[in-house]
C-alpha cells in the first residue's frame, strides 16, 4: 500500500477563510467532508475538525489512508458604540469598540478619544481583532453631525444720545438670546454712555445647534446745558 500523507495550509484559520488540503505519496486523492485535493475549502463552522484521504496507487488499485487536523477560530462579535450619535457642529464625539482585544476606526477616529467629526451623516466602521487568534471582525455606526446656524447681529442705529432707544435683531436662526438685558426686536434704552458689544446667541430649534453674531452700539453722554440772562432783572423797556 502507498504511504499517504494528509497536509493542510494552514492548519488553523478563521472561519470564512480557506485552507487547501494536499495528499501525498500516492497518485489520486480522495478526501471527505467535501473537500477536492488541492483545491482551497472554506469551512462552514468553527471547532477542531479531522480531514480524512485515500490516496490510490492507478497501476495497483492499492491504497491507504492519511488524515490532518485543523482548528477553526470563530469570529468576535464586535460592536460599535458612540458617547452620542447626533451633535452640532464643533462638538466632540467618542466611538468605542467591544467584543475583541483591539481596535481599528476609519474615518480619522480612534477608539475611546473624543474627534470633532465634520458635517453630515458619516457611518464609522471599526475592526475589532482578538489578539489570541488574530481573527478580525467588524462593526458600524453612524455620526449625524448638524451644522450651526449663520447667525446676524444688527442694530437699529449703531450711534444713539443717551436716554435713546434702541432696536437689536438676530437673523438667520429660530429664537435669539441677547445679552446686556435685550430683547430680540424690543427696543432698549442703554443705562450709560460708551461703546458696547452686544452678542446674541441664535438657535436652530429643530436640532439645537447655535451660534452667536454681535454689534457694537456707541451711546453720547448728553451736552450739559446752561442758560444765563444778563442781568436777570430789569425794568421794563430795558434789555
Do not use: K, R
Not at 480619522?108 to 478580525?136: E, H, K, L, R, S
Not at 446656524?149 to 444720545?161: F, G, H, K, M, Q
Not at 446667541?201 to 457694537?216: D, F, K, L, W
Request: hydrophobic share 35%; with cysteine; glycine share 12%.
Amino acid at each position: 500500500n502507498p504511504t499517504v500523507t494528509a497536509t493542510a495550509t494552514p492548519d488553523e484559520i478563521c472561519i470564512g477563510e480557506s485552507v487547501t488540503f494536499t495528499g501525498g505519496g500516492a497518485e489520486t486523492y480522495v478526501w471527505d467532508g467535501g473537500v477536492t485535493d488541492g483545491v482551497p475549502f472554506t469551512p462552514a463552522a468553527s471547532g477542531t475538525f479531522t480531514f480524512n484521504v485515500t490516496g490510490s496507487v492507478g497501476a495497483t488499485s492499492c491504497e491507504n489512508t492519511a488524515s490532518v487536523d485543523i482548528l477553526v477560530h470563530d469570529l468576535p462579535t464586535v460592536t460599535a458604540s458612540a458617547d452620542v450619535s447626533e451633535v452640532c457642529e464643533g462638538e466632540m464625539v467618542t466611538l468605542t469598540g467591544g467584543g475583541a482585544d483591539t481596535y481599528a476606526w476609519d474615518g480619522g477616529a480612534t477608539d475611546g478619544v473624543a474627534f470633532a467629526p465634520p458635517i453630515g451623516t458619516t457611518t464609522y466602521t471599526v475592526t475589532g481583532t482578538n489578539t489570541t487568534t488574530t481573527c478580525d471582525n467588524t462593526a458600524t455606526i453612524d455620526i449625524t453631525v448638524n451644522p450651526n446656524p449663520v447667525v446676524t447681529a444688527t442694530a437699529s442705529a449703531s450711534e444713539i444720545c443717551l436716554g435713546e432707544a434702541v432696536t437689536f435683531t438676530g437673523g438667520g436662526a429660530d429664537s435669539y438670546v441677547w445679552d446686556g438685558g435685550v430683547t430680540d426686536g424690543v427696543p432698549f434704552t442703554p443705562a450709560a454712555a460708551g461703546t458696547f458689544t452686544y452678542t446674541v446667541t441664535g438657535t436652530n430649534t429643530a436640532t439645537g445647534c447655535q451660534e452667536t453674531a454681535s454689534v457694537e452700539v456707541t451711546i453720547y453722554d448728553n451736552p450739559t446745558v446752561t442758560a444765563t440772562a444778563t442781568p436777570d432783572e430789569i425794568c421794563i423797556g430795558e434789555s
